[in-house]
Each structure stands twice: as structure tokens, then as C-alpha cells.
């Protein structure tokens, strides 16, 4: 299975993260990540789409993050661009 992400952003909420948005975070445009805002069992987390699985992403840790602020906070401290991607999953057999 493949999954390719479509940028399709905008200036609308470029701020706000909720469940379920796709965040891009780099240092170097050339060497961009992806990674799917996700919820289970009333902990923040992100879910990788660089590596050749989709799974929870490393940044995210064992326990994840109690809010999703807290999480784009993290990321912000880690890398020099991180923003909201208004993004159309393709997943392909």
C-alpha cells in the first residue's frame, strides 16, 4: 500500500490543530514530514507517513500528549516550520 499526501493549504486556521489534520514539519524544504493528528484512549498522537508503514511517529512517544497544543508545541521546539496541512489522503494498493 502507497499513500501520498496532497497539499492543498490555505491561510483559513493555518493556527488551529484538532484530530484528525495533517501536520508538515521541516527544517529543510527539500526533507519535509508528514504526520496525521490522532486520538486514541484520550492521548494526542501522530501517526508518520515518510516511513514505508504508516505508524505512530516517534515524536510522539509511548504516552503521547495529553492536548494537542502540547504536541504542536513540541514540534515547534523541534523544527523550524511546522504547519497545518489542508491535505486529500490518497491510499493505493
Known amino acids: 500500500m502507497k499513500m501520498k499526501v496532497i497539499d492543498k493549504r490555505t491561510n483559513k486556521n493555518k493556527d488551529k490543530f484538532e484530530v484528525g489534520d495533517v501536520v508538515c514539519y521541516y527544517d529543510s524544504p527539500n526533507k519535509k514530514w508528514y504526520s496525521l493528528i490522532t486520538e ?54
Open 40 to 93: 486514541v484512549n484520550d492521548r494526542i498522537y501522530l501517526i508518520d507517513f515518510n516511513s514505508d508503514y504508516v505508524g505512530m511517529d516517534k515524536f510522539s512517544g509511548e504516552d503521547g500528549y495529553d492536548r494537542i497544543d502540547t504536541l504542536i508545541y513540541g514540534l515547534r521546539s523541534q523544527w523550524k516550520h511546522v504547519e497545518k496541512v489542508n491535505a486529500q489522503l490518497v491510499i493505493t494498493e
